[in-house]
T-cell receptor, first 115, second 111 residues
Framework: DGGITQSPKYLFRKEGQNVTLSCEQNLNHDAMYWYRQDPGQGLRLIYYSQIVNDFQKGDIAEGYSVSREKKESFPLTVTSAQKNPTAFYLC??????????????FGPGTRLTVL | GQQLNQSPQSMFIQEGEDVSMNCTSS?????WLWYKQEPGEGPVLLIALYKAGELTSNGRLTAQFGITRKDSFLNISASIPSDVGIYFCAGPRSNTGKLIFGQGTTLQVKP
């Protein structure tokens, strides 16, 4: 089955620790995105990547880092520099050509809680 | 910058009622997307609109691309309890490959 997987579903972290969230897609999509969602809020873009080995900051990149070494994978690291990391993190992907351009498809999300 | 304003912010309705929500912007969009997010899950794409004036249905859902290209509407007919969730509109930010999302409309359905 084609789709986007995120792991883990729930993650607990102590203050001061870095943590990495996984995102994998087998849709052969070009672009991948990380969003943060806080309770009762919309989606805010953290980072995005339109091609392997390249990525761009979104609206709230401070305290986060990413890598895109493979087309299928776009892991997000939440660093200790992120002051309020407790949130729901969503990964998405899209093809940048053909029909459906701009239609982003989302993974099931990872809920990160800092203790 | 580009912004999308969704209304209403929340709705609490009786099962069987029809629902209408909308999304407006001061900027022109060439695509409108409607997503539904259930609690604890990622958003799921419901309907994509690509042409001004376009009316598209997906089961009990109908969405329209406003003719001014600055708004879009989503209607749900004969609501059922599983319609509960947050409905987001989204549109592309120029030609960046990024999307702008509205703040969402939270729908609750009373059986």
């Amino acid at each position: 089955d084609g789709g986007i997987t995120q792991s883990p579903k729930y993650l607990f972290r102590k203050e001061g620790q870095n943590v990495t969230l996984s995102c994998e897609q087998n849709l052969n999509h070009d672009a991948m995105y990380w969003y943060r969602q806080d309770p009762g809020q919309g989606l805010r873009l953290i980072y995005y990547s339109q091609i392997v080995n390249d990525f761009q900051k979104g609206d709230i990149a401070e305290g986060y880092s990413v890598s895109r070494e493979k087309k299928e994978s776009f892991p997000l690291t939440v660093t200790s520099a992120q002051k309020n990391p407790t949130a729901f993190y969503l990964c998405a992907s899209t093809s940048l050509s053909g029909s459906g351009y701009n239609e982003q498809f989302f993974g099931p999300g990872t809920r990160l809680t800092v203790l | 910058g580009q912004q999308l304003n969704q209304s209403p912010q929340s709705m609490f309705i009786q099962e069987g009622e029809d629902v209408s929500m909308n999304c407006t912007s001061s900027s022109i969009f060439n695509t409108w997307l409607w997503y539904k997010q259930e609690p604890g899950e990622g958003p799921v794409l419901l309907i994509a609109l690509y042409k001004a004036g376009e009316l598209t249905s997906n089961g009990r859902l109908t969405a329209q691309f406003g003719i001014t290209r600055k708004d879009s509407f989503l209607n749900i007919s004969a609501s059922i309890p599983s319609d509960v969730g947050i409905y987001f509109c989204a549109g592309p930010r120029s030609n960046t490959g990024k999307l702008i999302f509205g703040q969402g409309t939270t729908l609750q359905v009373k059986p």
